[in-house]
Each structure stands twice: as structure tokens, then as C-alpha cells.
């Protein structure tokens, strides 16, 4: 068995925004110059409860099979503050397209404020 050991792991992005009120659009968190595996890591937290709905972040990538979006934090309930949820997924990303993150708000947000962070750690 052929095995190569990589001794370059460890955070390559990371990202920290509060008092936010709306979605957020795709934001480029990094590109990575080759096809690799990776860990995406988030956390959204309310802050200010909204008035109906949930919210949901997600990691934005190329793989070989194509484009792919997917729930880092899944439907996130707005409407109880506080409310967090966090969680880790891994990703394999080629090279050369952006890796990104963006929220998603279904229901109606009223005074939703709330915070989101992200990290990107090669494996």
C-alpha cells in the first residue's frame, strides 16, 4: 500500500460576523488551488429573536460531481433567542473555484439579529 502523509492541516479560513438581520449572499471564504478534502465548521447563533421562520448556513462548493450546496446548520429556529446550533461536515473541493458560505432566511425576520461564524480546516 502507497500512502502519502500531508503535514499541512489546519485552519485555512475563517469568518465572524454579529447583528446580522438578513441573509447573507454567497461570500468567498477561500480557493483552494488543488482538489482536497476539507472540514466546514459553523455556528449561528440568535441573538434578537425574529418573528417567524428559520435560518440555515451553508458551504457552497465545486466538487468532481458537480456544484454542490450544503447545510452546515439546518433550520435553525428564529423565533427563541438565544438559540445556537453549531456543526462540522467534510467537503472534497477542487481546485481553482471558490469555497463559500452564505445564511438562508425562510419566515419573516422582523428583529432577528444574530451572529455566524465559519471555518474552513484542510484535512
Wanted: aromatic fraction near 8%.
Amino acid at each position: 500500500m502507497n500512502a502519502t502523509w500531508e503535514t499541512v492541516a489546519g485552519v485555512i479560513a475563517t469568518t465572524n460576523a454579529t447583528n446580522q438581520g438578513a441573509a447573507i449572499a454567497a461570500t468567498t471564504l477561500f480557493t483552494p488551488t488543488s482538489a482536497d478534502f476539507y472540514m466546514a465548521c459553523g455556528y449561528l447563533g440568535i441573538l434578537t429573536a425574529g418573528t417567524s421562520g428559520t435560518i440555515t448556513l451553508n458551504v457552497i462548493y465545486q466538487s468532481e460531481a458537480g456544484a454542490k450546496t450544503t447545510g452546515i446548520v439546518s433550520g435553525l429556529s428564529i423565533t427563541a433567542s438565544p438559540n445556537a446550533n453549531g456543526n462540522c461536515i467534510g467537503i472534497f473541493a477542487v481546485g481553482g473555484t471558490a469555497v463559500q458560505y452564505n445564511t438562508v432566511l425562510s419566515g419573516t425576520a422582523g428583529a432577528l439579529q444574530y451572529s455566524v461564524s465559519v471555518k474552513m480546516i484542510k484535512l
